[in-house]
């Protein structure tokens, strides 16, 4: 997408990390260590949203900033708490903001292609195309991409901009688009709210393909009732956006978990 001005003097500036995370012990200093190693980084924040294990420590040990919710409070929160925290220690210049997910682990790493376009000065924010996810069984990860159609069509239908993964968590924003899209829509509506409204600002956005690993969620029950969850948020955020698709934001709940046959 094109059509907003580039802020000035563009270049160089560092970059601030904001992890969200939410009982990711077993993989938040993996995750935190592979971004200390991201040039550009200079400050990474974990956002510990009411976890009731060792996150915050962990993240700590690892040499991140650590800002706690005292419940959870959800991604978007936690994404604004990191930003402030990051504010709080910018300079004259402030810096741009990378958020990504906290179980990336090591390949948090090659995370690292979403700053370029915006340090250069050709996005205002770029969104991580991640490859196909597996589990750690090496079954297939994901559902039947209900989520992403209703998400993609209603970006589309907003802006006229169908992107290839609406829901990446993975993405780098200049201050100044961060601070346009806020407030930011809340639960797993964030991330879709979020190229509507910089997008309709005219802001550009650039998608960059990203070899990053996460914990996918596979087809049984929990990982049916997960997308359920995003299918409720994103067709909510797009309502308030006027942004549903003309079929009226696709299937129904009934149509994603149908009734077993009795017969």
Known sequence: MSGHDPSPEPYQRAVGCVIPA???????????????KIIGVDLVVVVDD???DGTAAA??????????????RGKAAAMETGAAAIAARDGARARHLLFLDADLTDSALAAAPLIEPVQSGRADMTIGTLPAQVRADGSK???????????????????????????????CLTRAAFDAA????SGFGVETAL??????????IVEVPIEVRHRATGTDLRGQLHRAKQYLHVRRALAARSALPADGGGPSLRSLFPRKSTQ
């Open 59 to 72: 993240a700590e040990q690892a040499g991140a900033v650590v800002v706690r919710h005292d419940r959870n």
């Open 50 to 52: 009411g976890s009731s």
């Open 182 to 185: 806020v407030p930011l829509a």
């Open 141 to 171: 990860a994901g559902g039947h991409g209900f989520v992403v159609r209703l998400a993609r069509a209603g970006i589309e239908e907003a802006t006229g901009w169908a992107p290839e993964q609406p829901l990446s968590g993975q993405r």
């Open 195 to 204: 190229s509507i409204d910089l997008g309709r600002k005219g802001f550009r």
């Open 22 to 36: 939410k009982d990711e012990v077993a993989r938040i200093a993996a995750t935190v260590d592979a971004v200390h």
